[in-house]
């Protein structure tokens, strides 16, 4: 048996999902009148994350993650319900074929958090748009198999990983019976909120496609490193699953370089590979986390001369509307007079060819 399956069920204790929850847990000041904001985006705090937040510093990086706000009920021009344009790339309910060789497919609509500054804060939580219907699951299995392009899918959601590991087995078991695709991959941030779901079932459930089964962690701050969320990475590399990372800069959670370089290295020490880090998207109410990308280059640059070449994400931006990511790392090359000028980590500038 795994340390993960021996760990005590202490986290079955129910999650906080209520402003009173919140109030009770003394995580918002009693009558904190944030009912409206209730309304509008769901509150999710499992017992892992609650045992994270310290309730002392009222600007706790784990608190503003997932600690709701009234300034969530400000929103700007800009923002949009669908940021990163899933609906205009959706033929059919539940898959979003963005690119010509992958899709996502997004089985379930619910998390076991709900995240302050998330991109798809429209659709997702008990309001949200659900889970399939076996009929509409049927459909898009039907489409991932009559495209013999797609050579990955990506299961995500809401959160995939909320689904038992009886349920994530038959859906891999469909999976198996389509030739062309190579890659599962899932994006999760259950190894973190709620680690104790990984078990030994989870995990065979999760590589019992017959493909290989990447899953991108998503984590911000490096205090999301606990010692059940480093368990169940150890499980899911041990059982046979390739992790890559996800984070999200975010303004007051890891927008300075220290915590950056604390989370990256983070990642890299729990076998997890950086992969991308996110500029934050234009979802309603989520101004307050948003940094310019000026400032994002800025801390992506300073990474780069910090920390091992294996700690480095790739930072990029989903272009509102659909387009797709676009990498906005600083621009490090241009092009000029015959040659090229490359910018180093501190920011000199040098010709190449040298001559
Ligand atoms: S886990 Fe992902 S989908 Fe769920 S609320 Fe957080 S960012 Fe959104």
């Known amino acids: 048996m795994s340390a993960i399956a021996k760990m005590p069920v202490k986290a079955r204790a129910a999650s906080l999902k209520t402003v009173a929850d919140l109030e009770t847990a003394r995580l918002v000041p009693a009558n904190s009148g944030l009912e409206a904001v209730a309304e509008k985006y769901a509150i999710g705090i499992t017992p892992a994350v609650l045992e994270l ?150 995990v065979a459930a999760l590589t019992s496609s017959g493909k290989t089964t990447y899953l991108a962690v998503h984590a911000n701050h490096p205090r999301e490193f606990s010692a059940v969320a480093k368990a169940a990475f150890k499980a899911l590399v041990d059982g046979g699953v390739v992790l890559v990372s996800q984070s999200v800069l975010l303004r007051g959670i890891n927008d300075d370089v220290e915590t950056l370089a604390a989370l990256m290295r983070g990642f890299v020490e729990n076998r997890i590979k950086p992969y991308y880090l996110h500029h934050p998207d234009l979802a309603p109410g989520t101004g307050h986390f948003r940094l310019s990308i000026e400032e994002g280059q800025q801390l992506v640059a300073a990474l780069r001369g910090r920390i091992s070449g294996l700690c480095q994400p790739t930072y990029v931006l989903d272009i509102p509307g659909g387009y797709g990511k676009a990498d906005i790392g600083a621009a490090t090359v241009s092009a000029g007079d015959g040659c090229f000028r490359v910018r180093d980590w501190q920011g000199e500038e040098h010709a190449y060819p040298p001559g």
């Open 53 to 202: 937040i310290d309730r002392n510093d009222p600007a706790d990086p784990m608190a503003l993650q997932f600690v709701p706000s009234a300034a969530e009920l400000l929103t700007t021009p800009d923002e949009r319900e669908d940021p990163i344009g899933d609906l205009s790339h959706s033929p059919v309910e539940g898959i979003v074929h963005r690119y010509p060789d992958r899709v996502l497919l997004k089985a379930v609509h619910v998390c076991p958090v709900y995240c302050r500054f998330c991109f798809r804060r429209e659709m997702v939580g008990p309001q949200g748009l659900g889970t399939l219907t076996s009929a509409e699951l049927d459909a898009a299995m039907d489409y991932i198999a009559s495209h013999t392009e797609i050579w990955e899918v990506i299961l995500t959601g809401g959160d995939p990983l909320v689904l038992s590991p009886r349920r994530l087995a038959g859906l891999m078991e469909r999976l198996r019976g389509i030739e062309h695709v190579k890659i599962v991959r899932f994006h999760t941030r259950v190894p973190v909120v709620e680690p104790e779901r990984i078990d030994a079932e989870m």
